[in-house]
């Protein structure tokens, strides 16, 4: 078994995370088999390291050196897994790309995962984030999805309530982080396929090029030239997406709000809460476009922050604390960071 552990030493994850920041792991494992990790689980010395999970390092902020055992999950694989009267059932392992999942299952003719088109990263990095855009989460569509557990060393498979989906948000980020592995991820997508195109944006696009009767491939089209159109590209500028999570007040905060900024961007949540566009607020206090050190504000969307080439994960975490003091002084409202940032040693 030992043998299908190709550790490696003092590596670089420059190219294996979207930040681009030029972080090194101290020990590194490509994950292509489900074998190797019994095997890592069964060696006691490297059981016992601190361990990383690296997807498609999408949502995360690295330090310069990772003191840990960073698994880069590399499981291939999709497939149709059957279907009934409602849902046909879908199944991707954890290292495809997911972009590239959603290509695929609407070249199958299944529709119900567009929405989410384009969004960077893998499969298995997806419910832990509960990814969401344009009308759709995660959780919306997802069915189960099959982990391995470090502690026991077998593989569980969770369902839905199992992950306590939240806005950007699952177990995942909390009581299993580092624990559990996910392994393949299974998605419920409805046979009466309906168009999600409620947003602004969405519906812009649908009148501009006259299509009246939307496909799946319309919508994925649309979202992926509104995408392109409004965030940076990873390979280009390096970015982790949304760096700040929109924060939810309730109504009494945005009504005293609103009488000072009328202009202020806010929605309704199923709860009588309101979500405020981090973006505005940002934008509010003039840091769009704007840069400290490497780190920098994107300059068509405020919520992104970009490495403007050499940064380091301390840039970022200095740029993003700076614009978060600027929010809550101006604002009262405090921002979350929606990526999760990985400390030098575990
Ligand atoms: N806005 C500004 N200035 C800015 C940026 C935004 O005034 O610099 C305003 C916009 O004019 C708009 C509002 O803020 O009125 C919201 O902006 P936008 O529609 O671009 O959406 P968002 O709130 O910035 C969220 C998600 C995105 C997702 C889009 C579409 C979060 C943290 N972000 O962005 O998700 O693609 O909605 O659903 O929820 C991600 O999580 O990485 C991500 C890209």
Not at 107 to 136: D, F, H, K, M
Not at 167 to 174: E, P
Not at 189 to 206: E, F, I, K, S, T
Not at 317 to 345: H, K, N, T, W, Y
Request: charged residues 20%; neutral net charge; proline residues 3%.
């Amino acid at each position: 078994m030992k043998n299908k552990l190709s550790l490696l030493s003092d590596y670089s994850l420059q190219g294996l995370n979207t930040f681009g920041i030029a972080a090194r792991a101290r020990t590194f494992l490509t994950i292509t088999e489900r074998e190797q990790l019994q095997a890592l689980y069964q060696d006691k010395e490297l059981a016992c390291m601190p361990r990383l999970i690296l997807g498609g390092g999408s949502n995360l902020l690295l330090p310069d050196q990772v003191d840990a055992l960073v698994l880069h999950m590399q499981l291939k694989g999709r497939r149709i897994v059957g279907e009934n009267e409602q849902y046909v059932f879908v199944q991707g392992q954890a290292g495809e790309s997911w972009h590239d999942f959603v290509q695929w299952t609407l070249q199958q003719g299944i529709g119900g995962l567009e929405n989410l088109s384009l969004i960077p990263g893998t499969v298995g990095a997806a419910p832990i984030q509960n990814v969401g855009a344009y009308g759709v989460e995660i959780q919306d569509v997802f069915h189960q999805l099959s982990a391995f557990d470090f502690e026991t060393g077998e593989i569980v498979t969770l369902n839905k309530s199992d992950c306590c989906f939240a806005y950007r948000d699952s177990v995942f980020k909390h009581a299993y982080r580092d624990r559990l592995v996910i392994l393949d991820v299974t998605f419920a997508l409805p046979r009466q396929w309906q168009a999600r195109c409620a947003y602004a944006d969405v519906a812009d696009y649908l009148t501009k090029h006259q299509i009246a009767a939307p496909q799946p491939a319309d919508i994925s089209a649309a979202i992926i030239a509104i995408r392109q159109a409004k965030l940076p590209d990873p390979a280009v500028i390096g970015n982790a997406g949304s760096f700040f999570k929109n924060p939810i007040v309730d109504a009494g905060k945005r009504e005293s709000l609103l009488q000072q900024y009328p202009q202020l961007v806010s929605y309704l949540q199923a709860d009588g809460q309101y979500k405020l566009a981090a973006g505005w607020l940002i934008d509010q206090c003039g840091w769009k476009g704007k840069h400290l050190g490497r780190a920098g504000v994107y300059e068509k969307q405020a919520l992104v922050l970009v490495n403007l080439g050499g940064a380091s994960g301390n840039d970022v975490r200095e740029l993003a604390s700076a614009i978060q003091r600027d929010v809550g002084l101006r604002f009262g409202v405090q921002l979350e960071a929606e990526p999760v940032f990985i400390a030098a040693s575990r």
